[in-house]
């Protein structure tokens, strides 16, 4: 019992089940560095969090699907290459396998049903246009001033 009470504060916010991903730590201060960040609070600002929330996620620790989002956004890499850890080049050929095959899908629809996608497909795109997002990126456009 007096162990549970002793324990680290800072262990308090990771769950037993929560591991330590130190190769993603190492991932965002790869990017930072490339993207010319030498100092968490030019990120933090960005992304709306403490100095302190951002070295404990260059440590390892587990952070939210919205902070991954906003952290992958603002260093200007994909959510996969910060999660997993995949590279570039491996996202591309998975990307071009994926348009390989829909295209084989697409080639092997009658006409009317290529019109019906081709419609759906434009209809996704103008509600992502009208949801805000940025059209070279995907991600959220940034905010005014920044």
């Known amino acids: 019992m007096d ?3 002793n324990t680290d504060r800072r262990d308090k916010d990771v769950a037993p ?3 330590v991903d130190l190769a993603r730590g190492e991932r965002i201060s790869a990017a930072m560095k490339r993207r010319g960040m030498k100092y ?3 990120l933090c600002y960005s992304i709306g969090v403490s100095e302190s929330t951002l070295s404990r996620w260059r440590m390892g ?3 939210s699907l919205k902070h991954a ?3 992958s956004y603002n260093l200007g890499i994909s959510l996969d290459h910060l999660l997993t850890g995949s590279s570039p080049q491996e996202q591309d050929e998975t990307f071009s396998r994926q348009i390989s095959k829909l295209c084989d899908t697409y080639s092997r629809l009658n006409a009317q049903n290529q019109n ?3 419609n759906l497909l434009r209809r ?3 509600r992502s246009d009208a949801a805000g997002a940025d059209p070279e ?3 959220p456009e940034p905010e005014a001033g920044e």
Do not use: H, I, K, W
């Open 3 to 5: 162990e549970l009470r």
């Open 17 to 19: 089940y929560q591991e």
């Open 124 to 126: 996704l795109a103008s």
């Open 69 to 71: 989002v906003a952290l």
């Open 40 to 42: 968490n609070c030019q």
């Open 116 to 118: 019906l996608s081709l």
């Open 137 to 139: 990126t995907g991600g």
């Open 61 to 63: 620790r587990p952070l």
